[in-house]
């Protein structure tokens, strides 16, 4: 079995180290990953420039891109390797609710989705490096039971691991994605020249007082896992489309 790695942190990030560690135990791996920090992203390509793809120290492979031009960097020039599973990951801090239209990490894997292959992105809901054992635990859990019986169809996971100890994890739950209280998120400062520059600050508190969704199943302690499609259709909206074309006159 084969496995290839990608993230949006960086190939030099502790979650991809940890990530592949974990997966060598189970399948011949290769990691391909972004130079440096690509956090949200999303599934940008990179059109205005060439790309590369190095070898660093560590063993790690990496590209001067995206996560997703990893993804098509590493499978049309690795041809030596034809992953059955990719992994992304894990992401330093959450991926839920309405933050995957935003990450690298799922970006990554929804790629591989669309090339059909199975893939799991994994996020670890916390910044502080104190739950990396946690991390571990899960992502071995998960691999264990996914590299046992390779799914038949392609998948699009998005598993989040809860910032708590091993023992405090309370299990599994199949989730929703949830959704936040959207804020005001500009934070103006200024330059040493006194021009006025822009931040993107905070996305907004996590709604967790719904039931069933990642949010809510996340803070009370269970590593939650979604599956995700990409039909975007709204499809009680086609009848008022229709209706309203109904009336437009060419």
């Known amino acids: 079995m084969k496995i290839l790695i990608c993230n949006d942190d960086g190939y030099l990030s502790q979650g991809i180290a940890v990530l592949a560690k974990i997966a060598s135990q189970f399948a011949e791996v290769r ?132 910032p708590v100890a091993v023992e405090d994890i309370q299990g599994f739950h199949a989730a929703r994605l949830g959704r936040r209280h959207h804020e005001h998120c500009i934070v103006p400062s200024e330059n040493p020249r006194g021009e006025i520059m822009y931040w993107i600050g905070g996305v907004g508190n996590a709604d967790t007082s719904k039931e069933g969704t990642d949010f809510a199943d996340s803070h009370a302690g269970f590593v939650t896992i979604t599956p995700i499609t990409l039909d975007l259709t709204d499809y009680q909206q086609m009848g008022i489309v229709s209706s309203f074309l109904q009336k437009v006159h060419w």
């Open 31 to 162: 990691v391909v990953a972004p130079e440096s920090d690509q956090s949200g992203v999303s599934n940008s390509f990179t059109l205005n420039r060439p790309l590369s793809i190095k070898k660093a120290n560590n063993g790690f492979s990496y590209v001067n891109g995206t996560p997703t031009d990893c993804i098509h960097v590493a499978l049309h020039t690795m041809t030596d390797f034809k992953p059955d599973l990719v992994i992304t990951g894990i992401n330093h801090g959450a991926n839920m609710g309405d933050d995957v239209l935003y990450s690298g990490t799922v970006a990554a894997a929804t790629e591989a989705f669309l090339m059909g292959i199975p893939a799991l992105a994994f996020s670890l809901c916390d910044r502080s490096g104190k739950y990396w054992a946690t991390a571990e635990k899960v992502v071995n859990a998960v691999l264990q039971k996914i590299c046992a019986q390779l799914p038949t169809e392609p998948i699009l996971w998005n598993i989040n691991i809860p």
